[in-house]
């Protein structure tokens, strides 16, 4: 099956601070990627949705300033948190989607856990 | 109305059982439908896609679909206490792009 990867799978860093997460389909090109965040016992919240050579598109009420989002190739999205604060502390997920033939499906990383002191 | 609804449970089964989750969605467009199981503090892993009506075996799992009911379910069959996760129902709408999730089945399978 498809394989996506993140990187770092978690990190602690203090308040004030930008954190970088990696976002890697390994065994196929993504035009798309998405950005989710979950908190404790929470459902999945989509952040945005990243276009390879594009801007990405933000769901309402997501700071794009402060959540910048660079999809470089068609195997790499990263996700910058910014001045990052206590409230950003939360479970960070890609996913890509595969497109095979005429179904579109997404594949999950692994997560990255944010804890911001 | 949500656009995809579910029953957050907890369902419990005891091992062994068919586990039944169920999952009816708003947007009579959609034409992709996933399940996903989430593991306490992991992420998603897609179990099941569905795409055209009826049903869909793949191992213990089996999806099923009736668009004209807008209504996905999952059966897992002979189910083990390895089963106890989150299941979410995801659609892609007639929009295309992303998926919409529905809250997440609790399922807990007792030895």
């Known amino acids: 099956g498809a394989v996506v990867s993140q990187h770092p799978s978690r990190v602690i860093c203090k308040s004030g601070t930008s954190v970088k997460i990696e976002c890697r389909s390994l065994d196929f090109q993504a035009t798309t990627m998405f950005w989710y965040r979950q908190f404790p016992k929470q459902s999945l919240m989509l952040m945005a949705t990243s276009n390879e050579g594009s801007k990405a598109t933000y769901e309402q009420g997501v700071e794009k300033d402060k959540f910048l989002i660079n999809h470089a190739s068609l195997t790499l999205s990263t996700l910058t948190v910014t001045s990052a604060h206590p409230e950003d502390s939360s479970f960070y997920i890609c996913?890509?989607?595969?497109?095979?033939?005429?179904?579109?499906?997404?594949?999950f990383g692994p997560g990255t856990r944010l804890t911001v002191l | 109305q949500k656009e995809v609804e579910q029953n957050s449970g907890p369902l419990s089964v005891p091992e062994g059982a068919i586990a039944s989750l169920n999952c009816t969605y708003s947007?009579?467009?959609?034409?992709?439908f996933f399940w996903y199981r989430q593991y306490s503090g992991k992420s998603p892993e897609l179990i099941m896609s569905?795409?055209?009506?009826g049903d869909k075996e793949d191992g213990r799992f089996t999806a099923q679909l009736n668009k004209a009911s807008q209504y996905v379910s999952l059966l897992i069959r002979d189910s083990q206490p390895s089963d106890s996760a989150t299941y979410l129902c995801a659609v892609i709408g007639s929009g295309g792009g992303k998926l919409i999730f529905g809250q997440g089945t609790e399922l807990s399978v007792k030895p």
């Open positions: 569905i795409y055209s009506n």
């Open positions: 996913s890509a989607s595969h497109l095979a033939g005429d179904t579109d499906t997404q594949y």
């Open positions: 947007d009579r467009g959609s034409q992709s």
